[in-house]
């Protein structure tokens, strides 16, 4: 016999009343949707985060240290984030006054507030989340491929600013107008999974984290990226090249008002910069057009190869700007996640007082995506993966 999910109406607002579905028993996952909301305890309670314990175990040290069980104050991190709540006294409170949620996420008693602060900002920090990031990135892309899904044939890469006024190592931006961070999103276009991240301050240039974003993804994770789709402060020459040389990915960004053809950026040019260097080791009189580019790269004398890619990307704008830009619009899919997710969760009010936590927490912001993904896929679905809005 197949049981139904228990389901109860609640008030979700002051001015809505829905019916909530809870889970029937252990086996059954209901997935949230609009339609179908669920409360965030029951699917955080379904997820199999075995997998971490080694990781967390690496970031304990010491036996004696396990007052809780890592998964379990793990899983109420991610609680804390998928919940929306803005501090973590949130959750503290959540606990005492919800009867059955400390048994749900698996509590044999209640933690204070003091130990679940300390293994968010000590135990776990940035270091910690990037590895829980990189474990279960690497779980969500082997199940993805079991189902065939397609992941990170095409990326996609903005950042977004937080204002964090107060904090000594926030730094101001006249273009946004504001004293903050930056955190920089690199995701899936199929899937909006999220692949990669960094911090910075918001005076950091973007560009500077183009290239080790995307060699993560290739190196650790073994995505291979076939175009990228970027806007202007990550499209410089000396990205489009690296992009193309180092990585074979074609980029798709944003083309200024202003750009020009520049001259001098041919196969001419590039012959005439390699022969400069006759003097230098490993030069050969008979080279090929690819030894040539790798010879320059080695030597740091790449201004033709990122003229070439500036111009090569310019051309294919100019021969049909309506095709382009058809393209180029897929960017905007990753400032809808960055307006969604600060609308949806708390994140945008983060409190932070420096970089090194403000990372942490977008760290385990990303975590608890990855996990959401993971029981979903886990559970046979394959759509709407990072979809939040029937978490309640």
């Given at each position: 016999?197949?049981?139904?999910?228990?389901?109860?109406?609640?008030e979700?607002?002051d001015?809505?009343?829905?019916?909530?579905y809870?889970?029937?028993?252990?086996?059954?996952?209901?997935?949230?949707?609009?339609?179908?909301?669920?409360?965030?305890?029951?699917?955080v309670?379904?997820?199999?985060?075995?997998?971490l314990?080694p990781?967390?175990?690496?970031?304990?040290g010491?036996?004696?240290?396990?007052?809780?069980?890592?998964?379990?104050?793990?899983?109420?991190?991610?609680?804390?984030?998928?919940?929306?709540?803005?501090?973590?006294?949130?959750?503290?409170?959540?606990?005492?006054?919800?009867?059955?949620?400390?048994?749900?996420?698996g509590?044999?008693?209640?933690?204070?507030?003091?130990?679940?602060?300390?293994?968010?900002?000590?135990?776990?920090?940035?270091?910690?989340?990037k590895?829980?990031?990189?474990?279960?990135?690497?779980?969500?892309?082997?199940?993805?491929?079991?189902?065939?899904?397609?992941?990170?044939?095409?990326?996609?890469?903005?950042?977004?600013?937080?204002?964090k006024?107060?904090?000594?190592?926030a730094t101001?931006?006249?273009?946004?107008?504001?004293?903050?961070?930056?955190?920089?999103?690199?995701?899936?276009?199929?899937?909006?999974?999220?692949?990669?991240?960094?911090?910075?301050?918001?005076?950091?240039?973007?560009?500077?984290?183009?290239?080790?974003?995307?060699?993560?993804?290739?190196?650790?994770?073994?995505?291979?990226?076939?175009?990228?789709?970027?806007?202007?402060?990550?499209?410089?020459?000396?990205?489009l090249?690296?992009?193309?040389e180092?990585?074979?990915?074609?980029?798709?960004?944003?083309?200024?008002?202003?750009?020009?053809?520049?001259?001098?950026?041919?196969?001419?040019?590039?012959?005439?910069?390699?022969?400069?260097?006759?003097?230098?080791?490993?030069?050969?009189?008979?080279?090929?057009?690819?030894?040539?580019?790798?010879?320059?790269?080695?030597?740091?004398?790449?201004?033709?190869?990122?003229?070439?890619?500036?111009?090569?990307?310019?051309?294919?704008?100019?021969?049909?700007?309506?095709?382009?830009?058809?393209?180029?619009?897929?960017r905007?899919?990753?400032?809808?996640?960055?307006?969604?997710?600060?609308?949806?969760?708390?994140?945008?009010?983060?409190?932070?007082?420096?970089?090194?936590?403000?990372?942490?927490?977008?760290?385990?912001?990303?975590v608890?995506?990855l996990?959401?993904?993971?029981?979903?896929?886990?559970?046979?679905?394959?759509?709407?993966?990072?979809?939040?809005?029937?978490?309640?």
């Open positions: 016999m197949v049981s139904t999910p228990r389901k109860s109406i609640v979700v607002s001015k809505c009343f829905c019916e909530v809870y889970g029937a028993d252990d086996q059954q996952f209901v997935n949230p949707t609009v339609e179908q909301p669920v409360r965030v305890e029951e699917i309670k379904r997820m199999d985060l075995e997998l314990r990781t967390l175990n690496e970031l304990y010491e036996d004696w240290r396990f007052h809780f069980d890592p998964v379990t104050i793990l899983k109420t991190m991610i609680y804390w984030r998928l919940k929306g709540h803005r501090f973590l006294t949130d959750v503290f409170n959540d606990l005492l006054t919800e009867p059955t949620l400390a048994n749900i996420l509590f044999d008693s209640i933690p204070s507030y003091q130990q679940l602060y300390h293994f968010m900002t000590y135990r776990i920090n940035s270091k910690g989340t590895k829980i990031f990189d474990v279960l990135l690497q779980k969500v892309i082997y199940e993805c491929e079991k189902k065939d899904i397609p992941i990170g044939k095409e990326i996609v890469i903005d950042s977004s600013p937080f204002e006024k107060n904090n000594e190592d101001y931006n006249t273009h946004y107008g504001v004293t903050g961070y930056k955190w920089h999103n690199l995701r899936c276009v199929n899937t909006d999974i999220p692949l990669e991240y960094a911090v910075s301050t918001l005076t950091d240039y973007d560009g500077d984290f183009f290239a080790p974003l995307v060699y993560r993804i290739k190196m650790i994770h073994d995505i291979h990226p076939i175009r990228v789709f970027a806007d202007g402060h990550y499209s410089d020459g000396k990205n090249m690296r992009m193309r180092y990585f074979g990915i074609e980029s798709i960004c944003h083309i200024d008002k202003n750009a020009v053809i520049v001259p001098d950026a041919d196969l001419k040019e590039l012959k005439r910069q390699y022969q400069k260097l006759w003097e230098s080791e490993l030069f050969k009189i008979d080279a090929d057009v690819e030894y040539m580019k790798w010879f320059l790269i080695m030597h740091d004398k790449t201004e033709v190869l990122e003229n070439f890619y500036h111009n090569q990307m310019l051309n294919m704008y100019l021969k049909d700007p309506e095709e382009y830009q058809k393209k180029y619009v897929i905007e899919s990753i400032e809808h996640c960055h307006g969604r997710e600060k609308r949806l969760t708390e994140i945008k009010n983060i409190q932070a007082n420096n970089i090194e936590k403000f990372t942490a927490h977008i760290g385990m912001h990303i608890s995506i996990a959401l993904v993971l029981v979903r896929l886990q559970n046979g679905i394959t759509d709407g993966l990072t979809f939040r809005g029937g978490l309640i």
